[in-house]
């Protein structure tokens, strides 16, 4: 048996990047996974495929978060597949185009709230009534929120909202023996990272990073199995800034 038999998981945007790599590690620890993707289908076949071939139950829902009534479609549906909902991983992000905030249009704005922060604050709140006792939540933060960088102003206000959000839902279902906590990932070697950067800005995050890369997704994978282990059980209200040593 592994840590996880027998409990049910929800990852967002799980086809690509961290999401991946967390389902991945969930599965291999024996969880049920369901998670969303908005487009990469095929991305989403292939994770499937490797969680079934490592003996892991997972399933992938198209949904685009930012779509009305996407957010709480997606735990719901994974509790009536797999008969509750234990584990809650919010890893879907979008980023607009790095602009300074002069330039950041309206629209580009109420995308990236919608999906990082609304469509989070919905699922927490969907968690908060049905989750059962003793389960997990983690919120997928950023650096940017104390390290910020001028162009991204709409990405790091949605993950600061994230980042609040997380706080007082940790207060509201401690009793409950539910755990919430933000896990916020430095440089990571991400299409979304590798999508708003440079090479020369990726090449400067690799010098100020203690130990000397980018980091993976599976180094931020196995930050989330600790923290939604039966050893993450006395960490709640936290920020863990893995990182690798940025600040």
Same mark, same amino acid.
């Given at each position: 048996? +592994?840590?996880? #038999?027998?409990?049910?998981?929800?990852?967002?945007?799980?086809?690509?990047?961290?999401?991946?790599?967390?389902?991945? /590690?969930?599965?291999? %620890?024996?969880? *049920?996974?369901?998670?969303?993707?908005? /487009?990469?289908?095929?991305?989403?076949? =292939?994770? !499937?495929?490797?969680?079934?071939?490592? @003996?892991?139950?997972?399933?992938?829902?198209?949904? %685009?978060?930012? =779509?009305?009534?996407?957010? =709480?479609?997606?735990?719901?549906?994974?509790?009536?597949?797999? @008969?509750?909902?234990?584990?809650?991983?919010?890893?879907?992000?979008?980023? +607009?185009?790095?602009?300074?905030?002069?330039?950041?249009?309206?629209? %580009?704005?109420?995308?990236?709230?919608?999906?990082?922060?609304?469509?989070?604050?919905?699922?927490?709140?969907?968690?908060?009534?049905?989750?059962? %006792?003793?389960?997990?939540?983690?919120?997928?933060?950023?650096?940017?929120?104390?390290?910020?960088?001028?162009?991204?102003? *709409?990405? *790091?206000?949605?993950?600061?909202?994230? =980042?609040?959000?997380?706080?007082?839902?940790?207060?509201?279902?401690?009793?409950?023996?539910?755990?919430?906590? +933000? !896990?916020?990932?430095? *440089? #990571?070697? #991400? &299409?979304?990272?590798?999508?708003?950067?440079?090479?020369?800005?990726?090449?400067?995050? !690799?010098?100020?990073?203690?130990?000397?890369?980018?980091?993976?997704?599976? &180094?931020?994978?196995?930050?989330?199995?600790?923290?939604?282990?039966?050893?993450?059980?006395?960490?709640? @209200?936290?920020?863990?800034?893995?990182?690798?040593?940025?600040?």
């Amino acid at each position: 048996m +592994t840590v996880l #038999t027998g409990k049910a998981a929800v990852v967002t945007g799980g086809s690509r990047g961290i999401g991946r790599a967390v389902v991945l /590690r969930l599965a291999r %620890d024996g969880a *049920a996974v369901v998670f969303n993707y908005a /487009r990469s289908r095929d991305a989403a076949d =292939e994770v !499937v495929r490797q969680a079934g071939k490592a @003996g892991g139950t997972v399933v992938a829902v198209q949904l %685009d978060l930012a =779509e009305p009534g996407a957010a =709480e479609e997606l735990p719901a549906m994974a509790e009536h597949r797999l @008969g509750g909902l234990d584990i809650l991983v919010n890893n879907a992000a979008v980023h +607009t185009e790095v602009v300074p905030i002069a330039q950041t249009t309206e629209a %580009d704005f109420d995308r990236v709230m919608a999906v990082n922060a609304k469509s989070v604050f919905l699922t927490v709140r969907y968690a908060a009534r049905h989750m059962r %006792d003793g389960g997990r939540i983690v919120n997928i933060s950023t650096l940017n929120t104390i390290f910020p960088a001028p162009g991204n102003a *709409a990405y *790091a206000a949605s993950k600061g909202a994230l =980042e609040q959000l997380t706080l007082v839902a940790s207060r509201e279902l401690g009793a409950r023996g539910i755990t919430v906590n +933000t !896990v916020s990932p430095g *440089a #990571t070697d #991400t &299409d979304l990272l590798n999508a708003a950067n440079e090479p020369e800005k990726l090449a400067m995050a !690799v010098a100020m990073t203690s130990l000397g890369r980018l980091g993976r997704p599976e &180094d931020l994978a196995d930050v989330v199995a600790f923290l939604v282990g039966p050893d993450g059980r006395w960490l709640t @209200g936290q920020n863990i800034r893995a990182n690798g040593g940025v600040l």
